[in-house]
Nanobody, 121 residues
Framework: QVQLVESGGGLVQAGGSLRLSCAAS????????MGWFRQAPGKERDFVAG??????YYSDSVKGRFTISKDNTKKTVYLQMNSLKPEDTAVYYC????????????????WGQGTQVTVSS
């Protein structure tokens, strides 16, 4: 069992930065693939970034602006978001699964409650 708690969301101006954190509980954290997703109002939840061991993967919409990282000693996954745009506004969710990084929402077993990110123009 893995429990996930996100934090770090907020309101930021376009061009600014935020760092999201996802604190995990559970003994198998190090072997899980961790993902960040986001969901804007009226839209589907979309994959943003994923990490497993030293492998990372990003959606095209955030590549070069967002960085996912992981601290195994703290059981925490981070999403550093730079050069934020108004279209990045969404609720951001952390997710985990036991196998490889994938982009499908339904393929992740554990989810956090989400944290709101709002980017003003």
């Amino acid at each position: 069992q893995v429990q996930l708690v996100e934090s770090g969301g907020g309101l930021v101006q376009a061009g600014g930065s935020l760092r999201l954190s996802c604190a995990a509980s559970g003994r198998t954290f190090n072997t899980h693939a961790m993902g960040w997703f986001r969901q804007a109002p009226g839209k589907e939840r979309d994959f943003v970034a994923g990490i497993k061991l030293s492998i990372t993967y990003y959606s095209d919409s955030v590549k070069g602006r967002f960085t996912i990282s992981k601290d195994n000693t703290k059981k925490t996954v981070y999403l550093q978001m730079n050069s934020l745009k108004p279209e990045d506004t969404a609720v951001y969710y952390c997710a985990a699964r036991q196998s490889s990084i994938v982009t499908g929402v339904s393929l992740y077993d554990y989810w956090g409650q989400g944290t709101q990110v709002t980017v003003s123009s």
